[in-house]
C-alpha cells in the first residue's frame, strides 16, 4: 500500500495505460470524497445514482458529456435511432423510482406480441401477453427517453452530485486506503466504492487490470426508423436471415402504428453495402428480406452501423471497486437485452450496497461486493450463451440445422411449458429478484 499523497494511479493515454504518482500531477489538486463514485451517467449509472440516492448515500455521479438532456425536445417528432425493449421488471424499477410516469407521458410503444420466424425455413414461434399472464410483453423505448426520465429524478436528490465534462483518466487508491479517480482535468474524487458503468468499452475496466472474454460476432447493426405500410398491431418481429437476425421493433408516434425501428445484424461487408444505398432502395431491400409482411418500406430517417461485440468482464468487483451494465457485459442487440440486464445490475448492486451499509460493512468490502457479483453473474452470463447459441444456430445453412430449428421453432410453439419459460425469460423473470423490482 503506498503511503498517503503517495497514491499509485494509472492513467488512460490513447494508446496504452500508465503509472503515475498523483503528487506528481500536474494540478496537484485535493480530493473530493463521495461514499460511492460512479463513473458513467448513462441509463444504468444514473439509475443506479437514483436508488442510492434515494436512500441518501453521497453519490459523486461522474460523465464525459458535457451537459444532460434537454427534457424538452426528448420524445417529440422524429424517434431516436436508438431504442430497447424494456421487460416488465425494469418498467417496475423504473415506476418505483418516478421516472416511468414522465416516459409514459412523453414517449413509449407498448407490444403485445411477439413473432420469430426463420426467412430460410418454415418455423416459426409467436407469443402473446395473455399467454404469459401479463398486460404488455413490454416497451420499445427511446433510450434518450429512459435517460431523461432519469435525469429529472437527479434534480431532487441532494446526495447525488453530478460532475459532467470530467472524463476519467486514471485509477488510484485515496489518501485513507479507498479508490480515487483521476480526471482529465487534474481533479480528484475519492470514496470506499468506485462503480464502473462506463459502458462497452469501459476505461475504467482496464485501468483496474480487469480482462474480458470478447466474442467478434463478425456482425454490425444496422439501425435506423422506418415507415410501413401495414399497421405493426404492437407486434415485436424479428426474422433470422441467413446473414443474421432482422427486427422490426413496433413505435407508436401519436398513437398510430405505422413506424418501425429497425434493428438489423449482418456482416461488415453487407452493413457497408446497406448503408450506401438511397433511401429508396434500401427501403425496397427491407421489405423484402421481411417477406412483405408489413407491406411496402419507407425509411424516414438516416441508417448508421454499430460494431457487435460479445463481452464479459472476467470479475465484476474488487476491493472497492465493481462494474454494472454494458461495462460488465455486452449482448447482441437480437434479445433486446442489454439495458435491461444492466438496470437489473444497478437494482441488485444497489440492494446489496443498502444492506452493507445497514450492517455497518464497508461499502468497498470485496467479500460483501461478491454477494453482487454472485447474484449477476450467472444471469448475464446465461442470456450471453444463449445469444450466442442463437446467432450460430440461425446463421447457418447447413441442411440438418435448417431442419432441426424449423422443427425446434415449431415444438417451441406447441410445447406450452416450455414456452412459458421461454416468454418469463423474454418479460425478464428470471431468479431471485431484487425488491425493486418486484
Ligand atoms: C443496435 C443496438 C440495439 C440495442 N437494443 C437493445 C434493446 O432492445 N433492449 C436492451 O435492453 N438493450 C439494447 N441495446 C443495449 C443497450 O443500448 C445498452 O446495453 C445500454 O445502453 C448500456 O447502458 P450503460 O449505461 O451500461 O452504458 P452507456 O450507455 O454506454 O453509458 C456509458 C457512459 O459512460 C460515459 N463514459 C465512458 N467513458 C468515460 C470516461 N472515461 N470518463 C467519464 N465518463 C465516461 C459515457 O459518456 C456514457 O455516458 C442495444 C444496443 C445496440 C448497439
Not at 198 to 227: C, F, K, Y
Request: charged share 25%.
Amino acid at each position: 500500500m503506498s503511503a498517503p499523497g503517495q497514491e499509485e494511479v494509472k492513467e488512460m493515454t490513447m494508446d496504452a495505460p500508465m503509472e503515475r504518482r498523483v503528487g506528481e500531477t500536474r494540478h496537484g489538486a485535493a480530493e473530493e470524497t463521495a461514499d460511492v463514485v460512479i463513473v458513467g451517467a448513462g441509463i444504468v449509472g444514473t439509475a443506479l445514482a437514483c436508488l442510492l440516492g434515494e436512500e441518501g448515500v453521497e453519490v459523486a455521479l461522474v460523465d464525459a458529456r458535457e451537459t444532460l438532456l434537454d427534457p424538452e425536445t426528448v420524445g417529440r417528432g422524429q424517434p431516436g435511432m436508438r431504442v430497447s425493449a424494456l421487460t416488465p421488471v425494469s418498467q417496475t424499477l423504473l415506476e418505483g423510482l418516478g421516472a416511468w410516469e414522465w416516459m409514459a407521458a412523453r414517449r413509449i410503444s407498448p407490444y403485445r406480441f411477439m413473432q420469430v420466424w426463420d426467412a430460410e425455413g418454415s418455423g416459426e414461434v409467436s407469443f402473446s401477453a395473455e399467454q404469459a399472464g401479463v398486460a404488455r410483453l413490454g416497451h420499445i423505448v427511446e433510450n434518450d427517453v429512459t435517460q431523461a426520465a432519469l435525469e429529472r429524478g437527479l434534480d431532487a436528490l441532494a446526495s447525488v452530485k453530478l460532475v459532467l465534462g470530467a472524463r476519467v483518466t486514471g485509477l488510484g487508491e485515496s489518501a485513507d486506503g479507498g479508490r480515487c479517480v483521476q480526471l482529465a482535468d487534474g481533479r480528484r474524487l475519492a470514496a470506499p466504492l468506485v462503480v464502473a458503468a462506463d459502458g462497452a468499452r469501459s476505461p475504467l475496466r482496464e485501468l483496474a487490470g480487469i480482462g474480458v472474454n470478447a466474442h467478434e460476432t463478425g456482425h454490425m447493426a444496422v439501425v435506423t426508423t422506418v415507415q410501413v405500410e401495414r399497421p405493426h398491431g404492437d407486434v415485436a418481429r424479428q426474422a433470422f436471415l441467413p446473414t443474421g437476425p432482422l427486427a422490426f421493433l413496433p413505435l407508436r408516434l401519436d398513437g398510430e402504428r405505422h413506424h418501425c425501428s429497425i434493428v438489423w445484424s449482418t456482416s461488415p461487408e453487407e452493413a457497408e453495402r446497406l448503408l450506401g444505398l438511397s433511401t429508396e432502395a434500401l427501403g425496397d431491400e427491407l421489405a423484402m428480406a421481411f417477406g412483405h409482411r408489413l407491406g411496402e418500406v419507407t425509411v424516414v430517417d438516416r441508417a448508421v452501423a454499430f460494431p457487435l461485440v460479445q463481452r464479459h468482464a472476467q470479475r465484476y468487483v474488487l476491493p472497492g471497486l465493481a462494474l454494472v451494465g454494458d461495462a460488465a457485459h455486452s449482448i447482441h442487440p437480437l434479445a433486446g437485452q442489454g439495458a435491461n440486464l444492466g438496470l437489473m445490475d444497478a437494482a441488485v448492486l444497489a440492494e446489496e450496497l443498502l444492506a452493507a451499509r445497514r450492517r455497518g460493512v464497508a461499502l468497498g468490502d470485496e467479500r460483501w461486493l461478491s454477494r453482487y457479483a454472485r447474484r449477476r453473474r450467472g444471469d448475464n452470463a446465461g442470456m450471453l450463451a444463449l445469444m450466442d447459441g442463437f446467432r450460430l444456430l440461425f446463421g447457418t445453412r447447413h441442411p440438418a440445422l435448417t431442419l432441426a430449428r424449423n422443427l425446434g421453432l415449431g415444438a417451441v410453439d406447441r410445447l406450452t411449458p416450455l414456452k412459458r419459460l421461454i416468454m418469463q425469460q423474454a418479460i425478464g423473470h428470471r431468479g431471485r429478484l431484487p425488491a425493486s423490482c418486484r
